[in-house]
């Protein structure tokens, strides 16, 4: 596996866990508690509605769960507007936006409004107040140092939609957990890329994810496969076929949180819109302050790279001689992390390969995809191929990766415009 180092003096060290709670990785963990408490498809809001009574609070658990069924219904229906539109294909609604972030957040909030007020409710009546406004305070530090853009389209969609514009920083503002990246080649010599999504669901697991296809007045179409409400990307590929998808990191080296840093998922759609391979992209974020660990995976037709990215350093790895390249949650650069760790999900992919050269279709890729699926938290697997621009989708069903997918022909999603819808 080739790397390219790029670490500004930090040296491999061992530290205690408790490190990540005061460098800040307690705040990923308490988005993990609040999103857990929201797992309404999985706990049964119905049942914690009666469990509460003895504790007095039923009525919330009650609006909660109305909330919930309301979102559920109203992700299945299509809308349209004067300028975009929301169609849904199979259990993916897909949303087409277009013109200024601004344009493009006012856009997604009037096409939503109804599910992103139900998404409200649901949450406002699942957390806890105390909990709620302690999150709300920690969000607020990290949206602080937005772009003016990004801040001008959050707005813009809370406006649109009458929700509250705190509640959708935070949502957009704060990284997600555990996830898998794989690429290799094809018989034909192309590259082929996987993505598992998997992180809690805040509930939403059957309509919560949404692909989001931007058309936006400077740079490269996008979409974006993500969760209602968040204006960046995850997961996505762009109209130049760069195809990318993140992972939060566990064992980074050196500060675990930077407030004045970009959040992953704003920063990703920025160098998507700009970058025209995936070695560009890649330069992109090296050359950035993010607010937390990441590894992000870029594949386009030809290459594929996993930039490490910490907060005093990053690195760049590439397939070694057998021409496959796996991401998870930890870096793999010695420099870069503060102990080796033994990822059972990396080691499934990476175990049985005998130095043989790897050959992957789409087929195994998705093999390898539900091989590597974390039961319960699988909210997304997408298929890349860059060179064919498709992309295959599976979304709203857990687990994802056991299909079915949707075959998406990038070129028609990038090629419509808005008059075309209309007809």
Known sequence: MTVDTNSTGLRPRRRIRLRRWREGRWLSLLVGMVEFT?????????????????????????????????????????????????????????VHLYGSPADMGDQYGRLLAEPLRAMEQCIVAAIPTRMGEHFATMANKLARHVPEATRAEITAVADAAGVSVELLMALNVVTRLACTTVAARNDAGRIVMGRNGDFFSMGFADRGMVVAVRHPADGHATAAVGVLGVIGAYTGVSAAGVAFGNMLVFNAAGPQLHPKGLPMQIALRQAAERAGSAEEMSTILRGQRHAAPMNVMMADADDAVVTELGLKGSAVRRAGADGLLVATNHFRTPELADHPEQCT???????????????MDVTAVKAALHRTRIPLMNLQAVVFEPAAMRMHVSVNRLPASAGPYLVMDLRELFALPPAEMLQ
């Open 38 to 94: 929201l797992c309404a498809r999985w706990l049964g809001l119905r049942l914690m509605g009666v469990a509460a009574d003895a504790l007095g609070l039923s009525a919330r658990a009650g609006e909660a769960t109305r909330a919930y069924h309301r979102l559920n219904s109203l992700m299945r229906r299509p809308t349209e507007a004067a300028d975009a539109r929301m169609e849904i294909r199979g259990r993916a609604p897909i």
């Open 345 to 359: 999900r990396y080691q499934r992919l990476t175990s049985d390969n005998d130095g043989r050269p790897v050959v």
